[in-house]
């Protein structure tokens, strides 16, 4: 059965510092590994993109990793603001176009 | 920057009804999707959709949903016969290509609650 686990399930930073989240799956075929940010009540937002050949993706403040051997990930965040404060959301994919499996997804609170 | 929106927000329907939820695409996109949330659950696949049919499904999406692009910007799911257990967020979303890399753009959502 497709799987992806999130961790830590929550997590709670001083703005400023920096934290990595964690993405096992176990999802075959294997097309594409996206994160989302997810704020409350809206849609998720696509953060980054990895397919198979891709073992680092940035934007921004945010770098994503892949290991397609071990099948993990794992999102960075640097330099937190209180904007980051969200739920961040790890999806496998076995085609382009479909057959998605998403994580729990990780809640992230930045404090002042 | 171009969004994906979806209406209504909050679509409140009695048990054994038809519901049809509505999404409109950003507008160059050609790839459409649907999503469901379970409160306290995982977000969950449900249809792909491109060129006027549906290129992939999930279990989930079973004989009583359906999809619709009745119009050159809408995009509808159609519940029938509505359960209890069909109460959930509905979220659409859309791609400009179907190739891996292509960003999905997701909208609010519709959330349905079954009486």
């Known amino acids: 059965k497709n799987q992806v686990e999130q961790s830590p399930q929550s997590l709670i930073i001083l703005e400023g510092k920096n934290c990595t989240l964690q993405?096992?799956?176990?999802?075959?075929?294997?097309?594409?590994l996206r994160w989302y940010k997810q704020d409350t009540g809206r849609g998720p937002v696509s953060l980054t993109i990895m397919t198979f050949s891709e073992n680092t993706k940035s934007n921004g403040r945010y770098t994503a990793t892949l290991d397609a051997d071990t099948k993990q990930s794992s999102l960075h965040i640097t330099a937190s603001q209180l904007s980051d404060s969200a739920s961040y959301i790890c999806?496998?994919?076995?085609?382009?176009?479909?057959?998605?499996?998403f994580g729990d997804g990780t809640t992230l609170t930045v404090k002042p | 920057e171009p969004e994906v929106t979806q209406t209504p927000s909050h679509q409140v329907t009695q048990m054994g009804q038809e519901v049809i939820l509505r999404c409109v695409p950003i507008?160059?996109?050609?790839?459409f999707y649907w999503y469901r949330q379970i409160l306290g659950q995982k977000v969950e696949f449900l249809v792909s959709f491109y060129n006027n049919e549906i290129s992939e499904k999930s279990e989930i999406f079973d004989d009583q949903f359906s999809v619709e692009r009745p119009d050159g910007s809408n995009f509808t799911l159609k519940i029938r016969s509505t359960k209890l257990e069909d109460s959930a967020m509905y979220f659409c979303a859309s791609s400009e290509k179907g190739y891996s890399n292509q960003p999905q753009h997701f909208g609010d959502g519709t959330r349905l609650s079954i009486l």
């Open positions: 999806v496998v994919s076995a085609s382009p176009t479909g057959k998605s499996t």
């Open positions: 993405c096992n799956y176990t999802v075959s075929p294997f097309s594409n």
């Open positions: 507008s160059n996109h050609l790839y």
